[in-house]
């Protein structure tokens, strides 16, 4: 079991490191995250040991998310407030997220497209 937290836990440290040290916005553990990944591929999966710590992780997820709930009580306030500015804001983000994915996939099913035609 420590050797599976040890895993986890350099793979968000070094994740970290690199972030700061390239001066990038992408957040340290989702570089972490990526290093983790490509090792385990690597290593063809990960070991019995980090699968079974890895599903014991995950089933007490739920609990990591009781401070940002608490949070969210705490500012029940300013969201009371400001409902309408974060619906918008959702609504606007995955609209344009949607219109994102759409025009990206017809580009490539155009630049597809015309390749398999060409001999």
Known sequence: MLNSLSTLLICQMTG???????HISIPGPLIGMLLLFAWLLLRDGP??????FSRD????LA???VPAATG???????????????????????????ATTAWVMTSLDSIFS???KQP
């Open 16 to 22: 970290e490191l690199v972030a700061r040290a390239a």
């Open 47 to 52: 070991s019995q040991e980090l699968d079974r």
């Open 57 to 60: 992780l995950l089933s007490w």
């Open 63 to 65: 609990l990591l998310f």
């Open 72 to 98: 969210l009580v705490a500012g029940l306030n300013q969201l009371a407030a400001d409902w309408w500015r974060i619906a918008l804001a959702i609504v606007g983000s995955t609209v344009a997220g949607l």
């Open 114 to 116: 015309r390749s398999d």
